[in-house]
Nanobody
């Protein structure tokens, strides 16, 4: 049984930084994707950043490019999201997700991901 457990959320002032971590257990797929999605109240879920297990393919939502960095430790089945220069619009519930390695690249569409964490809140406010 695959389980994804997120940690590291919380509240921060605009301009601050946070690091989200996700540990996957019971998960072992080659050429698979892991990543982060978010959903703000009243808005649709959107892909924030995803990465392939070979580290060669990444996706970033245009609104986070240059501010967020995704990192994967394939041996530890851990994916981290380093969030810098946070803005109030980054406030959302953040979800870790993983797929079964069926697709050649990693994108930001959650429909292609099979496993999801419970979510962790990130609040950016002064």
């Amino acid at each position: 049984q695959v389980q994804l457990v997120e940690s590291g959320g919380g509240s921060v002032q605009p301009g601050g930084s946070l690091r989200l971590s996700c540990v996957a257990s019971g998960y072992s797929y080659k050429n698979s994707c892991m990543g982060w999605f978010r959903q703000a109240p009243g808005k649709e879920r959107e892909g924030v950043a995803t990465i392939n297990s070979n580290g060669l393919s990444t996706y970033y939502h245009p609104s986070v490019k240059g501010r967020f960095t995704i990192s994967l430790d394939d041996a530890k089945n851990t994916v981290d999201l380093f969030m810098n220069s946070l803005i109030p619009e980054d406030t959302a519930m953040y979800y870790c997700a993983a797929d079964r390695g069926l697709y050649p690249s990693c994108g930001g569409d959650g429909a292609f991901f099979d496993y999801w964490g419970q979510g962790i809140q990130v609040t950016v406010s002064s």
